[in-house]
């Protein structure tokens, strides 16, 4: 798998039923799937089926063809993809504002706006190229002083390089998350602008020009973990994909290959997804945002699909390979924690990736065993009879620290530098480990499309969802192991803001989200079965401290 730069999926997402086919052309042989000469498939993908799809006329005008009989799709297909028609809104930059965080780059979850940091003197050297002065005073007004590229290289007598963002009309679906987290931050940089006749033509020679440009490594500060998404290599995830507006997934996937390919190179990095939405909005035919290889295995079956192939990779010499596990919570601790258990059981260097949305979303967003007790979902809906789960919630980080020396991690994606190290930490660990992610639904949760990062957070300073680290090496009692660092007030219950002195706990969480909305009266008095909610967070938390040496 490793070696081929396809993607291997094991159900079919074929495009058209082939009725413009003769009946010879819809029967292949065994020996006629198993030789399928792969190079081939790349060119037919990019001279007829990407095009096709591209123009709306795939149905009428491919023959059924030997990639959707072999269920390949070629790596980094999602990038031919055009969103440009789907949203009235798209992100403006206000150069003036930015400081450079690359927060709006790492948040995007399509790849839709990315940052670049150069010379003036190369600037002005690629910008001598266009012909039109009108479009070179328009280019270089994307570029700003920010004290991280220019200050601060300036004083060290070093050469400074300008900063600019850039966005990708046709991946950008409008979910203005860039615009959120970078108002949260009071920066200010981003503003969402209706199009207009001239936008989207503007936008595109925009980044069509970012396109040829390369961030020098010397601006690239591996301190500084979000600027690894400045390295043109580690944009793995490339957008494409049809995942909803704003998903929450989507940013930690980028996240999580972006971190893997800066540790360990594109070459050395293979995906088994366990069926769910990662699986539906990348692989839909035949676009593909993976740009390494990766196969769909079952639903409840992933960990096992992958012990298979690390064995076989490391009997090849690939012992230094990353094999990760994608899943979302139904998948990972829920119907398949048997296999992921006894993954982890073996002691088999492969990483395990839960996607916790708390609901089997792309079912329909039925409870799993990792719903929030009270959770108003499909078969635990709320109404007079039933306050919504009446169950507690099954916590994988604890079931996963229990297992022999198993790395784990519990995170997201708004708190970036945890993110990022325990990843990290996560790729050099020799053995199993299981990070898990909390990825906001937005039609499951009933948030807004660029909020997100915002309910991560919040989930985190809740309790709903405390960041934690267990790492095996740095210790042998759990206490040692465990490092409750990034939560806010780690050593008391709740936490109060300073500022404003009110106390966030669960019930703070829950009044933001639709799925909680039955259970706060006119008045906002909350239910007896939200109370219950909140304690059993407590409790966790309780418990975290405690393992954690903290309580």
């Known amino acids: 798998m490793a070696s081929i730069d396809i993607e291997a999926k094991s159900t079919t997402n074929g495009h058209a039923n082939g009725h413009a086919a003769t009946a010879e052309s819809l029967i292949y042989s065994e020996a006629d799937i198993l030789t399928t000469d792969l190079d081939a498939l790349q060119r037919q ?160 020679t925009a980044f069509t020009f970012f396109s040829g440009l390369e961030t020098p ?56 997804n366990a069926t769910g939405c990662s699986t539906v909005y990348a692989s839909t035919y035949p676009y593909n945002p993976w740009d390494v290889p990766w196969t769909n295995s079952l639903f409840e079956n992933a960990p096992a699909d992958a012990m298979g192939v690390r064995q076989r990779w490391n009997q090849m010499g690939w012992n230094d390979k990353r094999l990760w596990v994608i899943g979302g919570d139904g998948a990972m601790l829920d119907i398949g924690f048997q296999s992921l258990s006894r993954a982890l059981a073996s002691g088999l260097d492969i990483k395990y990736l839960v996607l916790d949305t708390q609901v089997y979303s792309n079912t329909g967003g039925q409870a799993s065993t990792g719903s929030y007790t009270s959770q108003n979902t499909k078969l635990s809906q709320h109404g007079k009879a039933h306050g919504g789960k009446h169950e507690k919630r099954k916590e994988i980080t604890l079931l996963a620290m229990m297992h022999p020396d198993v790395y784990v991690a519990q995170t997201t994606a708004s708190h970036i530098n945890h993110f990022y190290r325990c990843i990290m930490e996560a790729n050099s660990y020799d053995g199993p480990a299981v990070i898990s992610i909390y990825t906001t639904c937005q039609p499951e949760h009933q948030v807004a499309d660029n909020m997100a990062g915002h309910q991560a957070k919040l989930a985190v300073d809740s309790r709903a969802f405390p960041l934690l680290v267990h790492d095996p090496r740095r210790g042998e009692s759990i206490a040692e192991r465990l490092d409750l660092k990034g939560n806010p007030a780690v050593d008391q219950d709740w936490y109060t803001i300073k500022k404003t002195g009110e106390t966030i706990d669960f019930l703070t969480f829950a009044r933001s989200e639709g799925r909680f909305s039955k259970h706060f009266g006119r008045d906002g008095t909350p239910s007896e079965e939200l109370l219950r909610a909140q304690a059993d967070r407590l409790s966790f938390w309780h418990r975290l401290q405690e393992l954690a040496g903290v309580r």
């Open 217 to 272: 490594e010397t601006y690239i500060n591996e301190k500084a973990l979000a600027d690894m998404m400045l390295r043109r290599e580690t944009l793995g995830y490339v957008g494409g994909a049809g995942s909803c507006s704003g998903c929450g997934e989507a940013t930690a996937l980028r996240m999580f290959l972006g971190a893997t390919i800066f540790q360990y190179g594109k070459e050395n990095v293979g995906i088994v």
């Open 45 to 204: 993908f990019a001279d007829e089926i990407l095009p096709a799809y591209g123009h709306g006329t795939a149905d009428v005008m491919l023959l059924a063809d030997l990639a959707t009989a072999r269920s390949f799709v070629p790596a980094g297909t999602g990038s031919y993809r055009d969103f440009s028609y789907i949203a009235p809104e798209i992100p403006e930059y206000h150069e003036a504002q930015c400081t450079g965080c690359m927060t709006c780059v790492t948040a995007c979850p399509d790849t839709a706006i990315l940052g670049v940091a150069l010379t003036e003197a190369t600037l002005d050297s690629e910008l001598a190229k266009i012909p039109s002065e009108a479009e070179r005073v328009r280019l270089r007004a994307q570029f700003a002083h920010t004290k991280k590229y220019w200050d601060v290289f300036e004083k060290k007598g070093e050469e400074p390089a300008l900063f600019g963002i850039f966005v990708d009309p046709t991946k950008c679906k409008g979910c203005a998350e860039c615009v959120e987290v970078c108002d949260e931050l009071d920066y200010h940089a981003l503003t969402m602008i209706s199009k207009q006749q001239d936008t989207l033509p503007a936008y595109q």
